[in-house]
C-alpha cells in the first residue's frame, strides 16, 4: 500500500510564504511524476504543479514566478515552495503521484490535502 503524507499547510499572511511537503512511502519502485493540485470552495480541483523523475516541471500561469516545485527522487518526496502568496492562493492543496510502479502495478494515488489559508 503507497500512502502520502502531506506536511506544511497554515495560515499565513499576504506576501508571505509556505513550504509544502510531500512524502510517498509503501512498497515503490517509481514515481514517474509528483504534483500539487488545489481546490478551494465552491471550485474544482485544478492543476499547480507538477515534476516528472526527470525534474522536468510543469507550472500553472496563476503560480509562475512566484512558486517552486522540487523533488527528491531517493526520498520520493516533492516541494512547493510557496512566495508571494496572495488571498486567492488559499485552498486545500492535495499531493498527486502518478504512474506509481508497485509490485501489482501501476496507480495513481492522492494525499489527504493539508489547508493554506491566505488572509490578514
Known amino acids: 500500500q503507497v500512502q502520502l503524507v502531506e506536511s506544511g499547510g497554515g495560515l499565513v499572511q499576504p506576501g508571505g510564504s509556505l513550504r509544502l511537503s510531500c512524502a510517498a512511502s509503501g512498497s515503490i519502485f517509481s514515481i514517474y511524476s509528483m504534483g500539487w493540485y488545489r481546490q478551494a470552495p465552491g471550485k474544482q480541483r485544478e492543476l499547480v504543479a507538477t515534476?516528472?523523475?526527470?525534474?522536468?516541471?510543469s507550472i500553472s500561469d496563476s503560480v509562475k514566478g512566484r512558486f517552486t516545485i522540487s523533488r527528491d527522487n531517493a526520498k520520493n518526496t516533492v516541494y512547493l515552495q510557496m512566495n508571494s502568496l496572495k488571498p486567492e492562493d488559499t485552498a486545500v492543496y492535495y499531493c498527486?503521484?502518478?504512474?506509481?510502479?508497485?509490485?501489482?502495478?501501476?496507480?495513481?494515488?492522492w494525499g489527504q490535502g493539508t489547508q493554506v489559508t491566505v488572509s490578514s
Open positions: 498527486n503521484a502518478a504512474r506509481v510502479r508497485t509490485m501489482s502495478g501501476l496507480y495513481d494515488y
Open positions: 515534476i516528472t523523475s526527470g525534474l522536468s516541471t
